[in-house]
């Protein structure tokens, strides 16, 4: 779930002519900032628990398309 949608932010920055490892890092290091200021609970509880039950899953997947968002906004992706 979290996967797919990642790998088609991936796909489209790749479509626009960012390399496949550049496009996967730069969200990754937005993704980590974003976390940390936005649902730092969420790092907090990975760290904590060192596993990712159900329900984190869940608020994990709303922060990735919510972080998604915002990138694709500030980048000019067209969100998928």
Do not use: S, T, Y
Request: some cysteine; charged content about 40%.
């Amino acid at each position: 779930m979290i996967a797919d949608r990642l790998e088609r932010l991936v796909e489209e920055m790749v479509d626009k002519g960012v390399r496949f490892e550049d496009a996967v890092r730069e969200f990754e290091a937005q993704f980590h900032g974003w976390l940390e200021r936005k649902a730092p609970q969420v790092l907090a509880e990975i760290r904590d628990k060192k596993e990712i039950p159900d329900g984190l899953c869940e608020r994990l997947a709303q922060a990735v398309n919510e972080a998604k968002a915002e990138f694709v906004a500030a980048k000019g992706i067209k969100a998928a």
